[in-house]
């Protein structure tokens, strides 16, 4: 690791633990973003003077340790962060990752029930092994249920898994997918935004949510009940502006999923077909943006 990386991710572990002037961690990431530099923001809220500092120790020490594990550390400011995750909303100051990054990478969250219907696996698996089949990366959250089904079948299919879990990246949970985890880090990607050894609690999971809509390009909810976390996620994705696929049976059980239908990006699903057709106009849109600016700046 470079010396000037070494030391921005020195600075933002410091202030975040720290937490200068009572500052939360959202306003923290936006002094970091305003002024590009963990270093700079540290050095006005706490002072270069006192620096190498306890804290500061501790940081590097736990870089070090992380490295050795395989987890690696990613800060807001570093080139491997998820491009899309950073244009959102109170978006993570750091993620911890195992596996390989993608710049750019074009992937879909299928999201759903942990108690799901057979009919509910059915369909993930079936949504999971069409986006293997369009290239596109199938992104959830490794609990159990349709989690589960849409990455087993996108590992089956030869695809790339990317695994967004609500705890730190050195726990499972559920534990029985333990080998799962392993299987999606050696295949794509896991992806965690809380220290490491952070277990599960009640906050995380809607925090784990709201980062899988922003790294896809669109939520797909599978199966769903009125209080479960694809509902959350559904909600946030409309919130970040991200499309959300509602399949017919979510629609049809949930209060909710109908108060979304004809809100901007909100896409009804009654079939597979329907999901593929909607998830490539959704893949080919930054093309068509990208040729409409370049015939603007042509005609110009």
Known sequence: MEQSTLDEHTALIVLL????????????????????????????????????????????????????????????LDEHYPSRLRGIHEAPPFVFMRGTPAAGDVGVSVVGSRNASARGIEMARAIAQTLVSMDVSVISGLAAGIDTAAHTACLEAGGRPVGVIGTGINLQYPAANRELHRRVAEAGLLLSQFWPDQPPQKHTFPMRNATMSGYGIATLVVEAGEHSGARIQARVAVQHGRPVILTDSVIENNV??????????????????EVKDIVGSLVEEPSRVSSALDSLVSAI
Do not use: M
């Open 17 to 76: 633990r720290t937490r200068p002037a009572g500052l939360k961690w959202p306003e923290i990431v936006a002094q970091v973003l305003e002024q590009g530099s963990a270093v700079a923001v540290r050095d006005s809220l706490i002072g270069a003077e006192l620096l190498p500092s306890a804290d500061s120790i501790t940081a590097r020490e736990d870089l070090r340790a992380w490295a050795v594990s395989d987890n690696r550390f990613v800060s807001i």
């Open 256 to 273: 909710w999923a109908r108060e979304l239908v004809g809100q901007p990006g909100v896409h009804p699903a009654a079939s597979i077909a």
